[in-house]
């Protein structure tokens, strides 16, 4: 399976730049993990399509060593086009690429 559907708070990270993300479920991230291990990125990246309402992008999700699962960066501008608010429950569609 490469696509994967879920809900999940965005978060803002602390410090410089205003970045927000969604953490991903961590029965998810273990999923893709072991889907992603021979095609992964720099840094463990792994490009993704999103989708979020009416809003689809690519990207890439980021291990986040403290928790143990992916994050998936949310520009500004999807955060606005969506009219999302940081602790907002996002529903969110994942589609793996690259594989």
């Known amino acids: 399976m490469s696509t994967f559907r879920f809900s999940a708070p965005l978060w803002q990270h602390p410090g410089e730049g205003s970045w927000h993300f969604i953490s991903l479920p961590a029965d998810i991230s273990d999923d893709i993990a072991h889907l992603t291990a021979p095609t992964r990125h720099g840094f463990g990246s792994v490009r993704v399509a999103v989708t979020i309402g009416?809003?689809?992008?690519?990207?890439?999700?980021?291990?986040?060593?403290?928790?143990?699962?992916?994050?998936?960066?949310?520009?500004?501008?999807?955060?606005?086009?969506?009219?999302?608010?940081?602790?907002?429950?996002?529903?969110?569609?994942?589609?793996?690429?690259?594989?």
């Open 54 to 99: 009416d809003t689809t992008w690519q990207t890439s999700l980021f291990p986040d060593s403290k928790s143990g699962t992916y994050v998936l960066p949310v520009k500004k501008p999807v955060r606005t086009a969506e009219g999302l608010l940081e602790g907002a429950t996002v529903q969110t569609n994942l589609k793996l690429l690259d594989l």
